[in-house]
């Protein structure tokens, strides 16, 4: 049921994105160009705009939450859990909904210690949290979605604090929102397309084949791709933070520098994270499931997106050029698009043809394939640095 809610919860991210996408490239410029007034702008706007995309999830979590699960195609106890789940993690969510914009200006300001720090300290407390509520007291399933929010409050809270030095946080009616939306936008639709395109595979191809299949696209969607993709992320985020203040400080050169010399770390993330899919699926995914068939389907679900994690690399490299630089639009462009893709994809790979789950798989990697490329092509070109935000 949790593992069937995780791209609704994408979903919700994307909302927030929104601003938290914008906010980044905003405070890097206001960095670079030392405007201590710009940048308590665009934190206290981005702030007041979390909380209202926060009412946003809330009020479809609470009074919609049994009609996303049975969109999802989950029937029975399994759909009763992910509503019960979705509700709690959702209505209660402010700290989570606050949570990328406070990231987004750490990574901005080259913070990332104490991002790291928070989010260590709120994944240590949720393992904890997590028996005590569910085992414990007695709550379930609806005690994981408090554990979720319970844990990410002490973090938030001294989150703000750090965020609100040197320059405070001040909310002004002079445009500073339409200039952070203008940038989130794109990356918030892309995000949600990115949810969205996963929720029709799971409607047209995944749950069609069985729990199973669905059980072990979560255990390689988390135990897997929660491992390596952060890693990624975290230099795509390092990358996008220098450029944003290299470009605020009017130097454009060693903006595109930037980029050349992560390409070889990049390459060497992906091409290792390969190999941990290809051959510690099998003891990665064990501790997660007593299904053996579930297990054979994760192990499955490892060994073909081995072939596409040095391209989910280079992606998650290009990403973090441009959207350093503010060019969020021709993320959205090269993206959505080819995600929908997937959709058609899959559905003929895995049905009328015949290749079951392996064919769902392998329309991840062909479309990643097309992604990777297009965002590196457009990358290279460097028109990105020229971008006004």
């Known amino acids: ?32 160009a030392q405007d201590g007034d710009l940048e308590a702008r665009v934190i206290g706007t981005g702030l007041l705009g979390n909380v209202g995309t926060w009412l946003v999830v809330a009020a479809v979590a609470g009074f919609g939450s049994d009609a996303i699960a049975l969109a999802l195609g989950l029937t029975g106890s399994t759909a009763e859990q992910a509503s019960i789940f979705l509700r ?103 995000t949600l397309a990115y949810a969205l395109v996963y929720f029709m ?7 069609p084949l069985g729990p ?3 059980a072990a696209l979560g255990i390689g969607f988390s135990a897997l791709e929660g491992i390596t993709y952060p890693c990624f992320l975290g230099l795509s985020l390092a990358v996008s933070s220098v450029v944003g203040r290299r470009l605020g400080a009017g130097q454009p050169e060693q903006a595109r520098r930037v980029a050349r010399l992560a390409l070889p770390l990049t390459t060497g993330l992906g ?12 003891v990665i995914c064990a501790p997660f499931t007593h299904d053996q ?44 698009p080819v995600n929908v893709l997937r959709i058609p994809l899959a559905w003929a790979l895995a049905m009328p043809l015949g290749f079951g789950a ?14 990777a490329t297009l965002k590196g092509a457009s990358a290279a070109r460097g028109g990105w640095s020229g971008t006004r935000i």
């Not at 392996?358 to 992604?371: E, M, Q, R």
């Open 271 to 282: 091409l290792l994270a390969g190999l941990i899919f290809w051959f510690g699926a099998r």
């Open 293 to 336: 068939e579930v297990l054979d389907q994760a192990v499955g679900y490892a060994r073909a997106l081995a072939w596409s994690q040095p391209l989910v690399a280079w992606e998650a490299l290009a990403e973090g050029v441009l959207l350093g630089a503010g060019a969020s639009r021709p993320v959205f462009w090269l993206s959505a």
């Open 358 to 371: 392996s064919g769902v798989w392998w329309a991840i990697n062909l479309t990643s394939l097309v992604k």
């Open 1 to 32: 049921a949790i593992g069937s809610c995780t791209f609704v919860l994408i979903a919700a991210y994307a909302l927030h994105c929104l601003i938290a996408a914008g906010v980044g490239p905003l405070v890097a410029r206001a960095q670079g």
């Open 212 to 214: 199973q299949v669905n």
């Open 88 to 190: 709690s993690v959702g209505v209660l969510g402010l700290p989570l909904a606050l949570a990328p914009t406070l990231d987004a200006v750490f990574v901005a300001r080259g913070q990332t210690g104490r991002m790291m720090g928070l989010q260590v300290s709120a994944a240590v407390l949720n393992v904890v949290l997590n028996p005590i509520f569910i085992h414990e007291l007695g709550l379930g399933v609806a005690g994981a979605g408090l554990a979720t929010v319970t844990a990410r409050i002490p973090a938030t809270i001294l989150g703000l604090v750090w965020v609100m030095r040197p320059h405070g946080a001040r909310v002004v009616r002079d445009g500073t929102l339409t200039r952070i939306t203008n940038i989130g936008g794109p990356v918030a639709v892309n």
């Open 201 to 207: 595979l799971l409607r047209t191809a995944i749950s």
